[in-house]
């Protein structure tokens, strides 16, 4: 989640081809996630000593790899891997509160509230005050952010299915097992 949060600080959300604080249009963002791939996929033919023993390097590798191939499987849909998440969490859980959002995907508050505003602008999203607490805010999808998470969605099958064609089914199956260990609370 901390790299999901660094990646939304590094990147706001951004309209179609807008170019973001980095000056990068999302699309230019995807496709330079790409060459991160390829340029991870070259590294790999070096010699890396006992780096490759070390659970959080390997993590962090396999992370970078796989959100290379999430940002370009959701491209099309201008969202990245954070606002899918959001879109997610709202979608199973209508009428959370901003900050139970924020809080079960890691993001900071200062962070979601653009991530709001843009799906307020895209007609994805609606806050609305949250019952016995008029200073919160509810979130529900509209109509159109269940069609785009439904397409979305789409993408994520595709993109997994292109994960476990590394791993196998069983493969994928031992490796949500052990994240979900490393991950849950102590």
Do not use: W
């Amino acid at each position: 989640m901390r790299e999901e949060r660094r990646n939304s600080d590094e990147h706001p959300p951004g309209q179609g081809g807008h170019p973001t604080r980095t000056g990068r249009s999302r699309p230019a963002r995807a496709k330079s996630r790409s060459r991160a791939a390829e340029e991870l996929s070259r590294a790999s033919r070096v010699d890396m000593g006992q780096m490759r023993g070390y659970l959080g390097y390997m993590l962090r590798r396999a992370q970078m790899l796989a959100y290379a191939d999430f940002i370009a499987a959701l491209a099309e849909l201008n969202l990245s891997p954070g606002q899918f998440g959001v879109l997610t969490v709202i979608d199973t859980n209508p009428g959370l509160r901003q900050s139970q959002v924020c809080e079960a995907l890691g993001i900071q508050k200062t962070n979601f509230v653009a991530v709001l505003n843009e799906f307020e602008q895209r007609g994805l999203a609606v806050r609305r005050p949250a019952a016995g607490d008029r200073r919160s805010y509810a979130l529900y999808l509209t109509p159109a952010g269940q069609s785009l998470l439904r397409r979305a969605r789409a993408a994520q099958v595709r993109h997994e299915t292109h994960l476990v064609r590394r791993i196998g089914p069983l493969g994928r199956e031992q490796l949500l097992d052990l994240l979900q260990k490393l991950t849950a609370a102590e």
